[in-house]
């Protein structure tokens, strides 16, 4: 298992969750990262960027002022801080390269609550 996404969970409106994606093969730190989001029946989508380097991040306009994405120093975990939480931002969670090079994790369940 290469990339294990944790942190997810059940909040209400308006709260907040960070989630964490460890790197067990240590080579992230090679990579673009970004975080996505899948819903039912729908494609998996970019939320969150982070250039290689890290100096350069972008959002997707439903998140961003709210979602933050970092990586810590040693470089082989990637986080999604998420504040003021929505229903609409329901949906599993993934990590991966930008554009995808690993194997997909299992990804991590965030529900919101109205």
């Given at each position: 298992?290469?990339?294990?996404?944790?942190?997810?969970?059940?909040?209400?409106?308006?709260?907040?969750?960070?989630?964490?994606?460890?790197?067990?093969?240590?080579?992230?730190?090679?990579?673009?990262?970004?975080?996505?989001?899948?819903?039912?029946?729908?494609?998996?989508?970019?939320?969150?960027d982070?250039?290689?380097?890290?100096?350069?991040?972008?959002?997707?306009?439903?998140?961003?002022?709210?979602?933050?994405?970092s990586?810590?120093p040693?470089?082989?975990?990637?986080?999604?801080?998420?504040?003021?939480?929505?229903p609409?931002?329901?949906?599993?969670?993934?990590?991966?390269?930008?554009?995808?090079?690993?194997?997909?994790?299992?990804?991590?369940?965030?529900?919101?609550?109205?």
């Open positions: 298992v290469q990339l294990v996404e944790s942190g997810g969970g059940l909040v209400q409106t308006g709260g907040s969750l960070r989630l964490s994606c460890l790197d067990s093969s240590r080579t992230i730190r090679f990579n673009n990262m970004a975080w996505y989001r899948q819903t039912p029946g729908k494609q998996r989508d970019v939320v969150a982070m250039r290689l380097g890290g100096a350069t991040t972008t959002y997707a306009d439903s998140v961003k002022g709210r979602f933050t994405i990586r810590d040693g470089k082989t975990t990637v986080y999604l801080e998420m504040n003021n939480l929505k609409e931002d329901t949906a599993v969670y993934s990590c991966n390269a930008n554009p995808p090079y690993y194997t997909w994790g299992q990804g991590t369940q965030v529900t919101v609550s109205t």
